[in-house]
């Protein structure tokens, strides 16, 4: 496997790859990934259909990006994905997926078309006493000593940053700032989380700086996850004869490893409770979807609280890659990531309006008709002075295609899962559906003796508990998550959030799908490029861009400098004057 850029391979059709008719794969889980996958395995593989089992636990494919209608409970989406239009692999992927609504296009292109006549942004970031702007007024907020301890963050070597949280890289200048409240609400970062994650990011999307305040850098599906991605690629899949095996727990692969040379030899399973195996050769590949950022997932409903299933259960994603990586070092340590659910739990909830008493509240913040079909909030609206941390969003209406017309889908989630309410003085994770909408409604700014009408009446909210839902970002270093292909590896590799690939960043749609090309690349040995990730922390105009932003504009000649760094500022400036490096810190903004 190699990287590559340009459009030269990004549109070839690779040859097919020697040896592939003899060859089975099996891939463990059906998520984004695991689908991914897949998918490569057909389109670029040219694997026959009927050689590619999926297995999985669930009833249902698409791990942690769905999106339901559960006829006790009613609507439900754990969380929500937000894309870039740097999202290599993705559109990649996405170009040859056939959309479900409009024969002849593809699920890229009814993307692309969407984005571009419904471009998104948001008008209020975040509220404040009930519902009011809290006017950050799309600036950051930050110091020039907040600003540099970013920027000393972004050229801190990796390894100096292993194991270390981000609250021992940034102090309060940074984390009271408006950044961190855009960038924690946004990506869910934590304090305590990884600094190296944090800086990981900052490269990754370097490019969007901007846009973070207003949301201008994203983009979003027309329906939920699971039916405007899940299902195109389950549609395409089963289309070429691929083989589903719902129901079907996989408890460990066993390997043999000797000499350097590592290959999986069984898969344990169980099937409605029964145990069973599949004996595997060099020729049968495995991907293994390890860890699971929704694991112990649990639902509540309107009048129940969401349980806190911290327990690792037997056959789950932990419990599967701690029997493979109790087999070889390079399979990676799952317990730096799963052993501590208080640090790597929060909650959301889907509420669903049933009349339009609660729509003015919403309409008042977004500045839009939620009705219209449009770009609604733009993304999350935090308010700001939320015991939870409390954030919101509508994105396009309907959510669902079978949602009645005058039905609102709101998302609602809070970092802190364990702290009181402010109008419900109880833990978001003590509280019912109907409990958490009540909270919500106080920060939208709902009269206080009409809040629990219109909880009760004019909405049915579910809540979801996620103990692990940010697992992946715990402190942690190299060695912590296998490679994608480990030295050594003969027919398996490893998917998803937890598998390591060089550059990218986790919790996106796009970091899913790269392990999973990746994946099928390497151990078909296919002969074209997977797309590298894109450059832009190496892009002199975006690193000036993102340096300007997060000063909110001011010109780097008005920085609180001491006399030598004014004066060193000063000759570099002169040593500049009259050439293109002068045109180019003009033209964007930084003298």
């Not at 069973?276 to 590949?285: F, K, Q, R, V």
């Not at 490893?494 to 990746?518: K, P, V, W």
């Not at 004014?566 to 033209?587: F, N, Q, S, Y």
């Amino acid at each position: 496997m190699y990287y590559s850029s340009g459009n030269y391979e990004a549109f070839a059709r690779p040859q097919k790859p020697q040896g592939v008719d003899e060859k089975s794969a099996y891939l463990i889980g059906s998520g984004l990934a695991a689908l991914a996958a897949a998918c490569y395995l057909v389109r670029d593989g040219q694997m026959a259909g009927e050689r590619i089992h999926i297995l999985e636990k669930d009833p249902i494919p698409g791990g942690a990006c769905d999106g339901y209608q559960y006829t006790d409970i009613g609507y439900v989406m754990r969380g929500g994905r937000e894309m870039d239009n740097h999202f290599e692999c993705m559109w990649d992927l996405f170009r040859s997926i056939p959309s479900i609504e409009t024969e002849g296009v593809s699920v890229l292109d009814e993307y692309y078309w969407l984005n571009k006549a419904d471009p998104n942004y948001s008008l209020c970031r975040a509220t404040e006493k009930q519902g009011q702007d809290a006017h950050t007024d799309k600036k950051f907020g930050l110091s020039d000593k907040a600003a540099m301890e970013i920027m000393k963050l972004f050229f801190t070597p990796d390894e100096e940053l292993y194991n270390k949280r981000i609250d021992e890289i940034f102090d309060h200048e940074v984390l009271d700032s408006n950044f961190w409240l855009y960038w924690r609400t946004m990506f869910a970062f934590e304090n305590w989380h990884s600094a190296l994650e944090m800086k990981l990011y900052l490269k990754r999307f370097i490019h969007h700086v901007g846009g973070l305040p207003d949301f201008t850098a994203l983009r979003f599906t027309r329906y939920n996850q699971y039916e405007s991605m899940i299902l195109p690629m389950v549609h395409y899949l089963q289309e070429h004869g691929v083989d589903f095996q719902y129901n079907t727990k996989v408890v460990n692969v066993e390997f043999d490893i000797r000499n350097g040379r590592k290959a999986a030899r069984r898969i344990v399973l169980q099937r409605e409770g029964r145990e069973d195996a599949i004996d595997l050769t060099d020729n049968d590949l495995v991907f293994i979807t390890n860890g699971g950022c929704v694991e112990n997932s649990a639902y509540g409903s309107q009048n129940e609280p969401a349980a806190f299933n911290k327990t690792i259960r037997e056959g789950g994603g932990w419990d599967m890659w701690r029997k493979i990586a109790a087999q070889d070092p390079s399979f990676g340590h799952p317990d730096k990531f799963c052993s501590d659910p208080e640090q790597s739990n929060w909650m959301s909830a889907t509420v669903t309006t049933l009349d339009r008493r609660i729509v003015p509240y919403i309409e008042k913040i977004c500045k839009r008709d939620p009705f219209s079909g449009k770009v609604v909030t733009g993304g999350i609206v935090t308010a700001r002075d939320s015991g939870w941390l409390l954030s919101w969003t509508i994105n396009r209406q309907p959510q669902f295609r079978n949602q009645p017309k005058d039905q609102l889908v709101i998302w609602v989630y809070g970092l802190f899962s364990d702290k009181p309410g402010d109008f419900v003085k109880k833990t978001m994770r003590e509280c019912t559906g109907k409990e958490i909408c009540m909270e919500w409604l106080y920060h939208l700014g709902v009269p206080v003796a009409e809040i629990a009408d219109l909880a009760e009446h004019s909405a049915k909210t579910v809540p979801v508990m996620m103990p692990y839902i940010t697992a992946f970002f715990m402190p942690r270093e190299k060695g912590d998550r296998p490679n994608v292909v480990p030295d050594g590896a003969v027919n398996f590799a490893f998917l998803g959030q937890f598998a390591e690939t060089a550059r990218d960043t986790i919790f996106t749609t796009e970091y899913s799908i790269r392990t999973g090309m990746e994946a099928v690349y390497s151990l078909l040995d296919i002969d074209r490029g997977v797309p590298e990730v894109w450059g832009s922390t190496y892009d002199v105009r975006d690193l000036v861009n993102a340096s300007v932003a997060l000063r909110d504009g001011r010109k780097i000649t008005d920085m609180d400098l001491g006399v030598v760094e004014k004066l060193a500022l000063k000759e570099l400036l002169k040593k500049v004057r009259g050439t293109d490096v002068e045109k180019l810190l003009v033209e964007h903004g930084a003298i």
